[in-house]
């Protein structure tokens, strides 16, 4: 007996290492061209391309991970890991994508080692982890970068239900202590891990541990108190992010009806294999009004407590999954709006439930035709074709989530009424370079929608910069009469008019400006400006002249002198023209062409400043850093009182990897005015 033991010990490691390793390849079949995924306009912005707390990893950046709110959460372990997969890869959408599968991938694994330790049920396990790893409700989850959080909250979730079955198998107090620790590191990914809290009581259940002992719960103080912590810091970081915008026009009982809808569509997609988008609005964004639909999904409360109570009565492990589904998603129906969001509900909210579901499925199945739960033929025909289903709506809901476009595209088809999807769609067309496609859906959306203000701003400026100005005044000026009060409106109507030389138009528009913003000088600037370019000089410098104690007044009339004195002399005036030309080709990338025009006003004006700095940076963006450093230095020879010159001076010496001298003209710059990054001066110190 005591050599049979190790065999069978091996054989069994032996067999968990094949249904694992199983799980990851068969996986991978179906998802691994989720690691091609781009940056999508749906909060990728935010979360990634625009997300400070990620660009970097230092000490201080850790730190504010740790102690700051970030975009109505808490959940620095996320932000660390998203930081960290910039530092391991040159290409790091390709790194958040490429992780957030691993996670995906990992919990599978784990979902199988759990429900094998607690069922001892090889068939059973592996076909409900396999499945969590093919579901296409799941693909929302890693597919999309931003939501790096929630495949790493449930990694940690279901290492803590792990560390917290073996405690409830064996009493070990370092199982518990673990099972604390991963609930930990959850909760910093995180804030919905803190139902692990109703989940260990499941787990309580299903091993049978006495309930009338004391005990069990009071080794779950800890736990109680960690999770309310939690779920103060979630509600406070929810309020300092959102606010009053967190309120709904819906009402409570309204709101009841959501959640019983939201609720009911998350259990029959758990179950069923269709229906999924990107994106579920109100029904009040789509000019709807709650129908019968919203108002007989209340009666799914009576069949989930009937269905409940039926498995409580015949089969516990049935029971486990239905509560399991259960203490999963209930906090997530937002019924109190939480979490914060223009939705009504949303596929990663399932992420984690949807175990429970399908173990409640597997296990019905299997009680129906207990001949399935030996590997045999028909068990394998049966899971294949379950497993091909799903495999292939998977690969095409990954394909959903690859771009901008084919993200709102799976809206729209679903909601076709629905403007803002159209109005995102155009916006990740024209950030693919496609301004048709955005034309077009711009002009859908004001067809739509003609109440969505901002179709009229986008469409007016892709004209704009399309050189299509006829159509580009068309469309502002009707944005502008819908929209009376909308700055961003008439600020850009403003634009496009000086651009046209319609003064009378712009004045217009400025005037606007001004009585909707009495207080913001650049307006009056704006128009001083208008009016030198239109000709009324004496009118324009009245205007500028009037504000006081704003340094970019003074500067505005130092140029209106140096374009006066221009006007005074061809030679000067040939020159300056010279120069706009070489600062435009520069921002070409036609930096060679620029090069040349740069020498020929340094010869004719060798103690220009603002002509080195300008070769100096046309030099920079070449790499030429040894080149820009001494343009940079000379323009500062001449004139030593240009704040920005400085601040040149010390990127250059920071690209070139010179810190030393980049800290001290940083410092420089700062002191006289120059915004520069305080990270940059901190490090210095």
């Not at 005591?2 to 069994?12: D, I, L």
Request: with cysteine; aromatic share 14%; proline share 3%.
């Amino acid at each position: 007996m005591s050599k049979a033991k190790p065999v069978e010990q091996k054989k069994n490691k032996n067999l968990l290492l094949f249904f694992s390793a199983t799980i990851v390849l068969v996986g991978l079949l179906f998802t691994y061209s989720s690691i091609n995924g781009g940056l999508l306009n749906y909060d990728d912005e935010r979360y990634i391309s625009g997300n400070e707390l990620i660009e970097n990893l230092n000490l201080e950046i850790i730190q504010k991970q740790f102690t700051s709110y970030f975009d109505g959460h808490y959940h620095p372990l996320s932000l660390f890991s998203l930081a960290l997969d910039g530092k391991l890869s040159k290409n790091p959408i390709r790194a958040h994508h490429g992780i957030n599968l691993l996670f995906h991938l990992a919990n599978g694994v784990l979902v199988f080692l759990f429900l094998r330790q607690l069922t001892q049920r090889d068939i059973l396990s592996f076909s409900t982890a396999l499945l969590f790893v093919l579901h296409p409700i799941n693909v929302e989850s890693f597919a999309w970068m931003t939501e790096r959080k929630n495949v790493q909250y449930s990694f940690f979730f279901l290492l803590s239900m792990l560390s917290y079955l073996k405690y409830s198998e064996t009493d070990q107090k370092k199982s518990l202590l673990l099972a604390y620790f991963w609930a930990i590191l959850s909760l910093l990914s995180k804030a919905q891990a803190v139902v692990l809290l109703p989940v260990f009581f499941l787990i309580d259940y299903i091993t049978n541990r006495n309930f009338k002992s004391p005990k069990i719960y009071f080794e779950k103080l800890p736990a109680l108190l960690l999770f309310l912590g939690f779920l103060w810091i979630t509600s406070a970081a929810q309020e300092d992010t959102w606010g009053e915008l967190n309120n709904s026009n819906y009402s409570q009982i309204d709101k009841l009806f959501l959640a019983s809808h939201s609720f009911t569509s998350y259990f029959i997609k758990t179950l069923v294999p269709f229906g999924y988008n990107a994106y579920y609005p109100y029904p009040n964004d789509l000019g709807l009004e709650l129908n019968y639909l919203y108002y007989a999904s209340i009666l799914i409360i009576p069949f989930f407590l009937l269905l409940s109570w039926r498995s409580f009565k015949s089969s516990p492990l049935q029971f486990f999954g239905l509560l399991f589904f259960f203490f999963n998603v209930i906090l997530l129906l937002k019924f109190f709006n939480v979490p914060f969001g223009n939705y009504q509900m949303a596929d990663r909210y399932v992420y984690l439930a949807s175990i429970g579901l399908i173990l409640f499925a597997f296990d019905l199945i299997l009680k129906k035709f207990p001949e399935l739960e030996r590997i045999n033929q028909n068990t394998l025909v049966g899971l294949g074709a379950i497993v091909l289903l799903f495999g292939f709506i998977t690969k095409g809901r990954i394909k959903v989530w690859n771009n901008s476009q084919s993200l709102w595209t799976d809206v729209i088809n679903d909601y076709p009424a629905y403007g803002h999807a159209y109005n995102m769609r155009a916006l990740g067309a024209l950030a693919a370079g496609d301004l048709k496609t955005a034309k077009r859906d711009f002009e859908l959306l004001m067809e739509i929608d003609p109440d969505f203000e901002e179709s009229y701003l986008n469409l007016a400026i892709l004209n704009y910069r399309s050189n299509r100005m006829s159509e580009a005044i068309k469309v502002i000026e009707k944005g502008i009469s819908l929209f009376p009060e909308n700055v961003q409106l008439i600020e850009a109507g403003y634009t496009i008019f000086v651009k046209n030389q319609a003064y009378d138009k712009a004045e217009k528009s400025i005037n606007a400006l001004i009585s909707l913003e009495p207080e913001n000088l650049n307006r009056l600037l704006m128009k001083g400006q208008m009016l030198y370019e239109r000709g009324e000089k004496e009118r324009a410098r009245a205007i500028v002249s009037e504000i006081e104690d704003f340094n970019e007044a003074t500067l505005l009339l130092k140029e209106w002198d140096r374009l006066d004195g221009l006007a005074q002399n061809p030679i000067q005036a040939d020159l300056d023209k010279k120069f706009k030309k070489a600062s435009e080709m520069g921002k070409r990338g036609e930096y060679e062409a620029a090069q040349k025009l740069f020498d020929e006003i340094i010869l004719a004006e060798p103690d220009n400043s603002r002509v080195y700095l300008n070769r100096g940076s046309n030099y920079a963006f070449q790499g030429k850093f040894q080149e820009a450093i001494k343009d940079y230095l000379k323009g500062i020879e001449i004139n030593p009182n240009e704040p920005i010159a400085y601040f040149l001076l010390a990127t250059a010496y920071k690209d070139l990897g010179d810190n030393a001298n980049a800290c001290i003209n940083y410092k420089y710059a700062a002191t006289k005015g120059i915004k520069v990054d305080p990270s940059l001066i901190k490090d210095c110190n």
